[in-house]
Structure formats: C-alpha cells, structure tokens
C-alpha cells in the first residue's frame, strides 16, 4: 500500500507526477494545444494557416512579439537578421577542434553555447535582448551548414546576404565553389512549411529545459544550448532521425513491416518502439503529421522522387493504425514520421535531421525564454520524494 505520508514534508503535501504528465509548469500566452482534438495554433494562428500562407520569418516574429508583423516591422526584422548572419572568424578555432564525425548536434549545441563568450553583454545584466534574439536567428543556421560542411570534408560556404532566410541556408548548404547553385523554388517552400510546423509546441522537453535553465537568470545562449541538448534525445528531436534509419533497416530487411509491428508490440521486452509514433500530449492526431503527409506526397512529386521508403512508411502507418495495440493506446504518427522523408528528398543528410528541427524550434524557444522572463518567474526548483536510506552513523574507512 502506497503511505502518503511519504509526499509530505516540512512545507506541506508534494505532489509526485513523474515526467510532469499532468503539471501545468507556467502560465503562457504563446501556443494553444489541444491534444483530443488535434488542435495547434500560434498566438490564435491556426498552424494550417501558418504553414500554408505565411513565411518562417514573419511566424518567428509572430511567436516572439505576439503579433503577425506588418510590412515595415518585417523589413526591419527580416533585415536585421541579414545583417548579422556572419559568425565571429575566433568561433571557427572551436569549430576546427571538433573531429570530423562529430554529430553536427553537439557541435551546434557547443557553438551556441560559446556564443556567449563573444557577446557578454548577454550575461552582463542581460542588455540588448533583441539583438541577441536577431544574432541567434541569424547565425544558427549559418552553425549548421559549418557542421554539415565540415562532415564533407568541405570548405564551408558564407551566407550570401541578397538571400532570403531559407534560399541562404540552402545556399550555405549545398553551394559548391565550382558551381553556380540556383536555389529550387519547391524546396525553398516545402523547408518554409516544416520550419514553421517545427516553430513551437508549448511545454516539450525541450522548451521546459529552455524555460528551467533560464529561470535561474542564465543568458539567453546557454538557455538555448540547453535547449538543443534536450532535442538532441531520441524520444524528442532525435526521433526525426531514428524513423528515416528504421524504414531504411524494414526496407533492407525485406519491407516485412508486419514484423516490426509486432516487435513494437513487445516493446516492453524488445526494447523496440516505433519511431515515429507516439506523443505526450496527442492523443487522437497530430495535425502537424497530417500537414507534412501530404507535403511528403507533393514534395516527392513535384521532385519527382520515387523513395520506396515513403511506401514502407505509408505501410506501416496503415499497419499500427489497425492494430489494437496502437489503437487502445492512441499511438499514432507524429511530426517526425514523414518529416524525415522530406528532409531525404530536398537533399539534407540524415545527421542534420534534428538540426532542422533546432533551427526550425528557435523562434519558440526564444519566445518562451522571453515569456519567462518578461513573466519575472521564479527559480524552476522541482520537490521530489526522497526513498534512501534513514540516517546512518559514519564509519571511518579503515574500519570498513
Ligand atoms: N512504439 C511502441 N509502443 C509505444 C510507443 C511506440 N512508439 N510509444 C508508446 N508506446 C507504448 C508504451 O510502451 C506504453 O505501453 P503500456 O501502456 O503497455 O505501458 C504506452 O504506449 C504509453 O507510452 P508512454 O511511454 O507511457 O507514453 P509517453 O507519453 O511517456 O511517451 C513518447 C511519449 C516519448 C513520444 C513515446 O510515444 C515514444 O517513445 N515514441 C517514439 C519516439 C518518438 O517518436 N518521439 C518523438 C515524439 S514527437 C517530438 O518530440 C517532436
């Protein structure tokens, strides 16, 4: 029998709620989920609206100022963080220290943590909040493609500032010093909509560490870098990486999708789950997996890529979907099922999967990072039960 006298201590009653199921960390006016009924909206958006009309750049504004900017507040932003997508030449020392095969989320995660080491001001009594807020759009994804290029073995690309947001991303991506790069319209627009799917999604583990490491008045940097360290886990961001590397194993092993059903069902001796499916707070459907399902559909056929994997993946789907293991419990396919199809097909590697993701989730984290702030919250200091030993008398080493 459970003693709950156990939850008390001096202060009162603790509540014990193990990976924070059911409690509510903060007040927030940023992003509304609704998990029954499969409903996500930014600032009052709905997220369909979003991620078909409007553009990475004006949601990341929208989550940070909480309003859709108009046109001269765009040109400011979007200009701003033009201005500053170049990265201090001292940062590429660090860079230049990590081995080659380092996963380019730890280099990311490191490089944005260093950055407060160029800019103090950000821990100095925390001044100029919104330049440090353009820096961080502006260089991360300049950070990512250092770490995809170094991968390569290539030189790495400089942002070419005429560029919009994306297109310079893809440019520092994949631009080669032989060959006039042209950026393809269809790809440009299919990484806008997966951008700003990715933009925010409340209390993840992710943003909750964002959130608790800034509580205690850290910069917004390490606040970041932590942030990026918590997506990195495969039961969160590093998902989208894992789902593309398991229907790559069904499809070398047969396409047998059946099987892996039935090692997911047995998951608890197996250790085996699906990738892919699965979320904390959606229960009926993710309404992001729906957008990206199809813009996996019209990506690949405007592309026109042929990918056996999205066939294995459409089997699978239907497989979980009729089977009452996956039924009675609610499992169904989340962002990170499809996304890693696209991604596959616009060309990005699978590493850099999960760095889509970060430089997609920014805006949220900084926005909540803000929130928390501008909200003047607390330390986050969570209680916990203590089930060790009684108090016990000390015996010197020797005697031992
Ligand atoms: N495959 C097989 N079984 C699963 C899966 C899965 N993907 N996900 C959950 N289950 C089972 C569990 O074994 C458990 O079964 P039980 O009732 O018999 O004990 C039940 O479903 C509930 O699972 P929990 O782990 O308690 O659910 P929780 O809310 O804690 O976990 C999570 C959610 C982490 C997303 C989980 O579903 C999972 O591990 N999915 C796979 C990883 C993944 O895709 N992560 C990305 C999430 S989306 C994102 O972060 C952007």
Redesign the pocket.
């Known amino acids: 029998a459970f003693d709950i006298s156990a939850l008390r201590d001096q202060t009162g009653y603790v509540t014990l709620d193990r ?1 924070y ?1 059911n409690t509510g960390a903060t007040q927030s006016a940023i992003t509304f989920l609704d998990g029954e009924e499969g409903i996500l909206r930014y600032r009052g958006y709905s997220i369909e609206d979003l991620a078909s009309k409007a553009s990475f750049l004006e949601v990341a504004y929208l989550l940070i100022y909480g309003e859709l900017p108009t046109a001269n507040q765009y040109e400011t932003f979007s200009n701003g963080i033009r201005r500053h997508t170049l990265v201090n030449e001292d940062m590429r020392k660090i860079f230049d220290g990590f081995p080659v095969s380092a996963h380019p989320m730890c280099v990311l995660a490191s490089l944005v943590s260093a950055m407060s080491a160029f800019y103090p001001d950000s821990y100095e009594g925390n001044k100029n909040p919104d330049l440090h807020i353009v820096r961080l759009l502006a260089k991360l994804p300049t950070l990512a493609t250092w770490s995809y290029k170094r991968a390569l073995g290539h030189p790495i690309n400089y942002p070419k500032n005429q560029l919009d947001y994306i297109p310079n991303f893809l440019h520092m991506m994949f631009a080669l010093p032989v060959e006039d790069y042209k950026v393809d319209p269809v790809v440009a627009e299919a990484l806008n909509v997966l951008l700003i799917l ?1 933009a925010d ?1 409340e209390q ?2 992710s943003t909750s560490t964002v959130r608790l490491v800034g509580s205690s008045q850290a910069n917004l940097y390490s606040s970041i870098s932590a942030g990026i360290s918590a ?1 990195w886990g ?7 990486q ?2 593309i590397e398991m229907l790559e194993d069904i499809k070398a092993d047969g396409g047998d999708v059946g099987k892996y059903i039935d090692m ?2 047995n ?2 001796t197996t250790g ?10 959606y229960k009926n459907f ?1 309404p992001r997996a729906k957008i990206i399902k199809k813009a996996a559909d019209d990506v690949l056929a405007k592309l026109g890529v042929n990918d056996p994997v999205l066939e294995i993946a459409k089997g699978l789907e239907e497989a979980a979907l009729n089977d009452p ?2 039924v ?2 609610k ?1 169904y396919p ?4 499809y996304s890693g199809i696209i991604y596959r097909a616009l060309g990005i590697p699978t590493n850099m999967f999960t760095v889509m ?1 970060a430089i997609g989730r920014l805006p949220g984290w900084i926005a909540q990072w803000k929130e928390m702030r501008e909200q003047k919250e607390p330390i986050g200091r969570p209680r916990q039960i203590y089930t060790g030993a009684t108090l016990r008398e000390f015996v010197p080493l020797e005697q031992r």
């Open positions: 990976g199921k990715h999604h993840n583990c997506l495969p039961l969160h961001g590093g998902a989208n894992e789902v997911a069902k998951a608890k085996f789950r699906l990738f892919g499916f699965g979320h904390r707070v993710d293991y996956f009675q419990r499992l989340n962002v990170d099922f993701f």
